[in-house]
């Protein structure tokens, strides 16, 4: 045997371990995942289409109230330790696996999955804000098309008023600032009104 096959059938025999070590050059943590790499426990993706339904029945009372993606994480968790012998972190689930079964099954269209607040919308001129959660975004939309204000009366019918909620001749734009901490600027210098702007931020 020539000295180059030796070669070839050595890097061919430990290119997966050398991947692995590489990565955890790169980050310490990835030599968790050491133990678990060259045995033949099952993936998450492998038994996600099995747990999830389960999960979701049990938080939602089999589909008939929502269903927050935490609760349906936490339903799950005991289920996945059981089968792949590990729990999926929370990010994970919620933007791959989860997503991924909802995807690719119509029966979800039926489901009212439900996820907390990332950050918040305010209209101008009225002061009315929005946290943008799925519940909070959905009252906000039932209230603008039944014409309520921000202050819970019903709209005003005079000439000279205006509907206070929603878009209707109140919202030319809005205006999306990633973080949070720029309202007292934008206070300041009046942008929403001056534009008509909602100012949503994450």
């Given at each position: 045997m020539k000295a180059e096959d030796v070669a070839q059938i050595t890097t061919r025999t430990t290119k997966k371990?050398?991947?692995?070590?590489k990565k955890e050059e790169r980050n310490c943590r990835a030599r968790?995942?050491?133990?678990?790499?060259?045995?033949?426990?099952?993936?998450f993706t492998d038994v996600a289409s099995d747990i999830i339904p389960d999960a979701h029945a049990k938080v939602s009372a089999s589909g008939r109230l929502p269903a927050s993606v935490r609760q349906i994480y936490f339903a799950a968790r005991p289920s996945f330790l059981e089968q792949v012998g590990r729990s999926p972190d929370y990010k994970y689930f919620s933007q791959t696996l989860l997503r991924q079964y909802i995807n690719r099954h119509p029966v979800t269209d039926s489901w009212r999955i439900t996820s907390d607040d990332r950050g918040r919308i305010n209209e101008p001129h009225t002061g009315h804000s929005v946290l943008l959660g799925t519940l909070q975004v959905d009252k906000y939309l039932d209230d603008v098309t039944a014409g309520i204000a921000s202050n819970g009366d019903i709209c005003a019918t005079l000439a000279t008023d205006f509907p206070t909620i929603g878009t209707a001749n109140r919202i030319s734009a809005v205006l999306y600032i990633e973080k949070e901490g720029f309202a007292p600027l934008l206070k300041a210098t009046r942008i929403a009104e001056r534009y008509d702007l909602a100012i949503m931020s994450c």
């Open positions: 371990w050398t991947k692995q070590r968790v995942n050491r133990r678990t790499m060259y045995n033949n426990k099952v993936c």
